[in-house]
């Protein structure tokens, strides 16, 4: 069949794109409504909408940048990449099944990461051992995730100093197996009562082991040596970094599910999020 008379190379990929990229967008923001959503931006949700749809009167390089926004800035690119824990998730998955496990994610505000390094980050998990990947429902999700968002998701997102001892909280009954990088023993206290808190469990000083090096300047120096590396002197990687850290966003890592479950996210960087910041 030979194209229409009037057939416009640019007009037609155009056509294609603003059909398929606006339908993942509007499934995204599925709870500002389908197509009979009415564009505004009174809310930060509605005004990422707003910002991510493609419009027939939209060019090329605006097109674009509303790509970019929704697949890269806010990491819609990842939903396509099979979770990494090691290896693929699927194939780790198959290795043993495993109680639900819950992962807190931190990282350094953008302004405080020294010149010449990446960002400091912290993971913390745990798991539900009075759950498994077929017992544990969404509206127990949720309720979970509302309690990492009053714990971890006010003021801004809860700050935590990283620093090179070791805090080490073991209780492998109720699913802790926690190994903090603290700066001082009070703030990783601190810390693993509120892990603690949202499952109403209690802090036991008895199962709280710190390990200290002797000498951590010399271990873990702030300033890392150099290194020659094809004629270049490299920096070798920090180790045990002293940093700020606040917390982004936590995940549910079930048995059998191939793709991670975003429970509350305070940074947009997932749009399906259980619970939202607004």
Partial sequence: ???????????????????????????????????????????????????????????????????????????????????????????????????????????????????????????????????????????????????????FGGSNGYTWKKGKDYYNYTDKDKGYQLQILGYNVSEAKQLIKKILNLQLHSFQEKKLTVAINEDPSLAYPTIPPQQNILGELIREPRRRPVATVRFQYAHANLWGKPDLIPLYDRTFTYLNALVTEY
């Avoid at 990229?21 to 923001?29: C, D, G, I, P, S």
């Fill in 1 to 151: 069949m030979v194209l229409p008379l009037d057939y416009n190379d640019f007009e037609h990929l155009q056509s294609v794109i603003r059909k398929l990229h606006n339908k993942e967008v509007r499934e995204a923001f599925s709870d500002l409504g389908g197509d009979e959503w009415t564009p505004n931006i009174n809310t930060p949700r509605a005004s990422l909408r707003q910002a991510c749809t493609i419009y027939d009167s939209d060019s090329a390089l605006i097109m674009l940048l509303k790509q970019n926004l929704y697949f890269l800035t806010l990491r819609k690119a990842q939903d396509y990449q099979a979770p990494f824990v090691g290896m693929p998730k699927g194939s780790f998955d198959s290795i043993r099944k495993y109680r639900p496990q819950i992962i807190l994610y931190f990282k350094e505000d953008a302004g405080d990461i020294e010149e010449g390094y990446n960002a400091v980050d912290g993971r913390i998990s745990f798991r539900l051992m009075d759950k498994d990947s077929e017992t544990i429902t969404k509206a127990e999700l949720i309720t979970l995730a509302k309690k990492i968002k009053t714990e």
